[in-house]
């Protein structure tokens, strides 16, 4: 399978502790979409790419300060550029207090297919002390207005280890969510980022987060409450009604092939070798560069083999089912255990590692330690 990923930048406000590239600065949307077509047609020129693509993301930032009208320009360039699979997953973030309900219908109308909302959790204090913009209500009437206008594929982002979060707040906001019956839910322990305004907070001791024994324990509570709700772990963070796994991610895990368009956005394609792009992070750069006609990249990563092969390790471990073993040895002509057999034997005496004919997986110890496990394989 092959993916685009499509960043949008802006945001209303900028989350307390995130560090992706992102901006309040949603009144340059207009020029930056245009930016975007121009991209995607001088991408198309090149022949770079995969032939065909099974899935399309839209992330941020909040996609969901896009008009419909900006969408619909944005998907019908991507149609028009790229042989874009009939049946694709389409997808896009959307954040509550940013869609409307017109809004909503205008993204469905334009063959987005799949919604991942950011709720991170259902405590409106919890929301306000991590500078969320939205309530618990307005991710109620967001879901409510996306199912009105014909979505059967949502995802709810959920995160624990907020500060001052409890264990009840947590399995509360996952009672929730597995309530109003979606089909995907992803589940984030908080990551503090330094430079982030949170992590401002918390070095000065202004606010306070669960130990962490305590976040590794609302980690398993939620884990078996989840699956107990009939949401299987595919990935670490990650839970699923049957055959409702987002495949845009999968191909991302399973090493696979993707576009990225956009500030910052990254791609990885086979181009006689496994190669790497990056975009700039520079708004005013990305910008000056595609009105004066040239590609935004700035980098290039043409990776050896062995680098190629560690990649598809790192990712492929983060999903319970692990590594496929007969992709892995047809992509590089050696089984994975017998490409690393140290590493292979070190996770087997701690006992961290699932086995079979087809598979290669970490356990659930192992990927609670999955730093540690990694670092056999280096």
């Known amino acids: 399978m092959a993916g685009i990923y499509l960043h949008i930048p802006f945001c209303v406000k900028k989350c307390d502790y995130c560090d992706f590239t992102s901006f309040a600065k949603s009144g340059e949307m207009e020029g930056y979409v245009d930016a975007l077509l121009l991209e995607i047609g001088l991408t198309a020129r090149t022949g770079e790419y995969p032939a065909s693509f099974h899935t399309v993301f839209f992330g941020g930032g909040t996609p969901s300060l896009l ?3 900006q969408m619909q320009r944005i998907m019908a360039a991507l149609r ?14 959307c954040n509550p207090g940013t869609a409307t309900k017109e809004s909503l219908a205008a993204y469905h109308t334009a063959g987005i297919n799949r919604l991942s909302i950011g709720l991170q959790s259902s405590h409106d204090a919890l929301l306000k002390g991590v500078g969320r913009i939205h309530t618990y209500e307005q991710f109620l009437k967001t879901l409510q207005w996306a199912r009105e206008a014909g979505f059967s594929n949502i995802n709810a982002d959920v995160m624990h ?15 929730n969510v597995c309530d109003l019956n979606l089909q995907h839910i992803s ?4 990551t503090l980022e330094e430079h982030t305004p949170l992590y401002v907070r ?8 669960p130990d962490e024994d305590y976040v590794a324990d609302m980690q398993d509570a939620g884990i078996d409450y989840l699956e107990s ?35 910052a956005a990254h791609s990885a394609v086979r181009q006689k070798v496994w190669t790497r792009y990056a975009n700039t992070a520079s708004l005013e750069e990305y910008l ?24 598809s390790i790192m990712l492929g471990l983060r999903l319970t089912r692990g590594i496929d073993r007969a992709a892995f040895s047809a992509r590089f002509g050696l ?23 087809g598979f290669l997986a970490l356990n659930r110890r192992g990927l609670d330690l999955q730093n540690e496990a990694l670092g056999f394989f280096l």
């Open 202 to 209: 918390i070095k000065s001791g202004e606010a306070r987060v």
């Open 161 to 175: 280890g907020l500060p001052e979060q409890t264990m009840e707040q947590y399995l509360e906001t996952l009672k």
């Open 335 to 357: 089984d994975v255990v017998e490409a690393f057999p140290r590493a292979v034997e070190s996770l087997r005496k701690r006992g961290w590692v699932v086995e079979s004919e």
């Open 229 to 263: 709700r009939g949401y299987h772990r595919y990935e670490i963070s990650n839970f699923a009604r049957e055959g409702c796994e987002c495949r845009h991610n999968l191909t991302y895990w399973q090493n696979g092939e993707y576009l990225g368009l956009g500030l």
């Open 187 to 190: 589940s984030y322990a908080l």
């Open 67 to 69: 008009s419909g009208e």
């Open 288 to 311: 000056r560069l595609l009105r004066r006609g040239r590609l935004p990249k700035s980098e290039i990563i043409r990776l050896q083999s062995g680098e190629e092969m560690f990649e």
């Open 80 to 93: 028009q550029h790229f042989s874009i699979r009939e049946n694709a997953e389409c997808s896009m973030e």
